[in-house]
């Protein structure tokens, strides 16, 4: 359970970093609450799956492979936007493979 709960918050650390931008942008509350959800599950998801031996390369190859299905969605509505897509998926989905590498072993 407490390894659960370390999951979780290192998933809402990430969304947070995430969703700020979208909210100075004055997005879509919708877009705003699917990015928050997408990494509140990728933190419990990163934290469990081992695709690389690297937790940073492990958390962004996770990350970039829960956002592939979205990201036909997400060029279709804005093709430019699916680079920033990418970006903002890479950074912050290492991030969150390296601190649970580090917070749970």
Known sequence: MHK????????????????????W????RFFVASAFFV???LGLFISRINF????FLNG??????????MS???YKLDP???????????APGGCVGYFSKLLLG
Do not use: E, H, R, Y
């Open 4 to 23: 659960l709960l370390i999951a979780l918050f290192i998933g809402l650390a990430a969304a947070v970093i995430d969703i700020a931008p979208m909210f």
């Open 25 to 28: 942008q004055k997005m879509d």
């Open 39 to 41: 990494w509140l599950v």
């Open 52 to 55: 690389a031996a690297n937790a």
């Open 60 to 69: 962004s190859t996770t990350a970039l492979l829960f956002i592939l299905p």
């Open 72 to 74: 036909f969605l997400i």
């Open 80 to 90: 430019k936007g699916l680079p920033i897509v990418i970006v903002t998926t890479i």
